[in-house]
């Protein structure tokens, strides 16, 4: 089956430390984003990628960072710069421009120890 | 810059009962719209998305949603709900600029709740 993977679905942060999650996807898509959902402020966009070996920030990329090796894969890191990781973290997929649909993965939730 | 204004954040509703869900957007570019559902610890699944052609677009599970220009509207439309159907609906738009490439803007999202 087609897809977005994501994982782990639960993740806990202690304090000063850097976590990753994953994101995989198996649509031959060429766009790639990541968003964090807070409750009650939908969705904000944290970092994009249009083509491999390339990304832009979104609205709120301060304490995150991302890489795009793969055309599959694009994996956000959690940094400890970042100071409210506490949220609900969604990896999405399109084809290419920008009125296709987006493809969301099942989310990661990222606690804090 | 483009924005999403969800007008309700939560909306009530019987089963059977007709239910609208309003958007209203604000961009300086021509748009795209889309409705997302989110169910409880999940991901966003697409219900339906308005890119040119017909202003009245159906989607699935019964849902529609007509396109206004004037009133820069996208409101979402069900002529009766299931218990199913409880969930929380993201209105986005999409739009092309020079510095922020392509990119959806999300509203805050409406909860729907259906009562039996």
């Known amino acids: 089956d087609g897809g977005i993977t994501q994982s782990p679905k639960y993740l806990f942060r202690k304090e000063g430390q850097n976590v990753t999650l994953s994101c995989e996807q198996n649509l031959n898509h060429d766009a790639m984003y990541w968003y964090r959902q807070d409750p009650g402020q939908g969705l904000r966009l944290i970092y994009y990628s249009q083509i491999v070996n390339d990304f832009q920030k979104g609205d709120i990329a301060e304490g995150y960072s991302v890489s795009r090796e793969k055309k599959e894969s694009f994996p956000l890191t959690v940094t400890s710069a970042q100071k409210n990781p506490t949220a609900f973290y969604l990896c999405?997929?399109?084809?290419?421009?920008?009125?296709?649909?987006?493809?969301f993965g099942p989310g990661t939730r990222l606690l804090v120890l | 810059a483009q924005s999403v204004t969800q007008l309700d954040s939560q909306v009530p509703v019987f089963e059977e009962a007709p239910v609208e869900l309003r958007c209203n957007y604000s961009s300086s570019v021509s748009v795209y719209l889309f409705w997302y559902v989110q169910y409880p610890n999940q991901g966003l699944q697409l219900l339906l998305k308005?890119?040119?052609?017909?202003?009245l677009v159906k989607g699935i599970n019964g849902f529609e949603a007509e396109f206004n220009k004037s009133q820069t509207s996208f409101h979402l439309r069900k002529p009766s709900v299931h218990i199913s159907d409880t969930a929380e609906y993201f209105c986005?738009?999409?739009?092309?600029?020079?510095?922020?490439?392509?990119?959806?803007?999300f509203g805050e999202g409406t909860q729907l709740t259906v009562n039996p």
């Open positions: 308005y890119l040119s052609g017909s202003t």
């Open positions: 999405a997929s399109s084809r290419d421009s920008y009125q296709e649909t987006q493809y």
């Open positions: 986005a738009v999409s739009g092309l600029s020079e510095t922020s490439g392509s990119r959806l803007t």
